[in-house]
């Protein structure tokens, strides 16, 4: 019902959008998060949109990273710029801070 994509390999300073599909049922009207987990470390927040489209962002990416939505469309997405080394890590899609997609990988290296 969450289908993340976009990751992939990319150098530091580069940029990816990644995309999150939703099944309208858990999009609409919901707050849209991402997430990230790191090899051997917890899973973090990231980024949040309210359907509104009120944002708030982790200090670790606030001036990187753009998180948006598509209201039409069922989508959310983040923008990342200025990737570091650091922001390596899956990243994951969820909505109402309860459903889940699966991962996408983002691998920042040189």
């Known amino acids: 019902q969450l289908q993340a994509s976009g990751g992939g390999l990319v150098q530091p300073g580069g940029s990816l959008r990644l995309s999150c599909a939703a099944s309208?049922?858990?999009?609409?009207?919901?707050?849209m998060n991402w997430y990230r987990q790191a090899p051997g470390k917890q899973r973090e927040w990231v980024a949040r949109?309210?359907?509104?489209?009120?944002?708030d962002y982790a200090d670790s990416v606030k001036g990187r990273f753009t998180i948006s939505r598509d209201n039409t469309k069922n989508a959310a997405y983040l923008q990342m710029n200025s990737l570091k080394p650091e922001d390596t890590a899956v990243y994951y899609c969820?909505?109402?801070?309860?459903?889940w997609g699966q991962g996408t990988l983002v691998t920042v290296s040189s």
């Open positions: 969820n909505s109402a801070g309860i459903y």
């Open positions: 949109i309210t359907s509104s489209g009120t944002t």
């Open positions: 309208g049922s858990i999009f609409s009207g919901y707050t």
